[in-house]
């Protein structure tokens, strides 16, 4: 995972276009890659510098909680959503309530990740497993700041992991999220070991080994106040990957606790700090 993920980060840097952004903060980029991972061969936990565990396991579980409040995330010591939230912590329908609430036209909810697990287990050849966060009714006014598009009843932001695909073969399950927006050096770090985390979880759930998990990029990009950090760790030579234990097999996906996760081996190079465009 290490040398695919500084792979991206060295085409970026010598060949990524400029291109203004929402933030204001600037960006080299670049459209349409592919990076992929075998779970067999390790959890793709960067090596390169050191990443916050404990917001990549909270963060995940509060989605599945379908959590929008960062008050759950605040309580663990996680802060990486404060910067979008409201004074009392709201961020609107974000992540947490697409998955788990799906809002239909009749008033009703779906339960998207409870429909994921059921159509895996008795449909396993479908090619329906899919988890989606962009629901373009609960889309952000960019013309807003967050905080006023939570007060009309939006998302604090626009989601930019829209998609999991889940996909069975010879008993085993692999998933591939599609990005549409990809903050390389500070982003996609945590969304490619919380993918990595999910598609565990979902093949206890099912009966299933973890298989591969696919990160499909759409515009993946460094901000232009990342670059220097992005030079510092191509420059670092990648580890051995650690290993992911589930300790437990709870009766269902919603009842994961952080316990129940270790993280085996994971002996990194130094954080890396970079502020947050937003």
Known sequence: MDQAYLSLLREILEHGARKADRTGTGTLSVFGRLLRHDLRDGFPLLTTKRLHVKSIVYELLWFLGGGTNVRFLNEHGVSIWDEWATPDGELGPVYGAQWRAWRTPSGDTVDQVAALIERIRSKPDSRRHIISAWN???????????????????????????????????????????????????????????????????AQQCDLEPGEVIYALGDAHLYSNHLEQARLQIARVPRALPRLLLKRRPESILDYRFDDFEIVGYEPHAHIAAPIAK
């Open 136 to 202: 373009v009714a609960d889309l952000p006014d960019e013309a807003r700041s967050p905080q006023l598009n939570v007060a009309a009843g939006k998302m604090a932001l626009a989601p930019c992991h829209v998609i999991y695909q889940f996909y069975v073969l010879d008993g085993s399950l692999s998933c591939m999220l599609t990005q549409r927006s990809c903050d390389v050096f500070l982003g996609l770090p945590y969304n490619a070991a919380s993918t990595a985390l999910l598609t565990c979880m979902v």
